[in-house]
């Protein structure tokens, strides 16, 4: 099997190799590089994945299973990071459906090192940090999938307290979803005009400081 990746991306490769940074088969910080990373390990663990399959390797099942559990871990790793940094970039990144299944059925815990692309509706909570001291904020967002709130990653909606129902579609790896698409509605509980505020205070107690940068 091979995968659709452009003479771009295997120039970069190239240079990231030939550079002597951080190899492809270690995890490394995210970076504009990272969909490329993770684009090579899908191509190394569907090569040793037809290797499997065809009967042909050199080294015996378990060391083959043992390698491919390696790739799988490095990839998710670098992929769970990069569905907070880009979303649909970790959409486009997953690895197609029939491989990901197969793959499933051969390694340990798969719901923790391989995505699953789906439609997930529920409550979305969003939640704005804001950093006065160094003059930024972070969005963070849950939505409630059956009864585990789940970290998700989408750049479309707009900040919102009051629980809207969402619909999103898109991969998910663990307590994770990137969406690349979806819709939104406005909860049963959620008014439809007027200003939104909410005030959260932060307190301090001496074994939990306020994390530095935040007011009180």
């Not at 080294?59 to 491919?68: E, M, P, Y």
């Not at 009864?147 to 991969?171: E, N």
């Amino acid at each position: 099997m091979e995968f659709p990746v452009g003479r771009r991306i295997a120039r970069t490769v190239a240079v990231l190799v030939a550079s002597g940074l951080p190899g492809l088969s270690q995890t490394a910080p995210v970076t504009p590089l990272s969909e490329v990373r993770i684009l090579a390990i899908n191509q190394q663990i569907a090569d040793r994945h037809d290797v499997a399959v065809s009967g042909h390797g050199e080294a015996g099942a378990d060391t083959g299973d043992v390698i491919l559990t390696g790739l799988l871990q490095q990839r998710a790793a670098i992929l769970a990071d990069l569905m907070e940094t880009n979303p649909r970039a970790a959409v486009e990144s997953a690895l197609p459906d029939d491989l990901r299944r197969d793959l499933a059925s051969h390694v340990p815990d798969p719901g923790e090192l391989l995505e699953v692309r789906g439609e997930w509706t529920g409550p979305l909570e969003t939640t704005v940090a804001d950093d006065f001291q160094h003059h930024r904020s972070k969005t963070l967002r849950t939505i409630r999938v059956g009864q585990r709130d789940v970290k998700l990653f989408w750049d479309s909606p707009q900040a919102s307290v009051c629980s809207p129902s969402v619909t999103v579609r898109g991969i998910r790896l663990g307590d994770r979803i990137a969406a690349d698409s979806g819709d939104t509605s406005p909860g049963n509980s959620c008014p439809t005009t007027g200003d939104l505020k909410t005030a959260v205070l932060l307190l301090s107690y001496p074994s939990t400081p306020v994390t530095e940068g935040y007011t009180q």
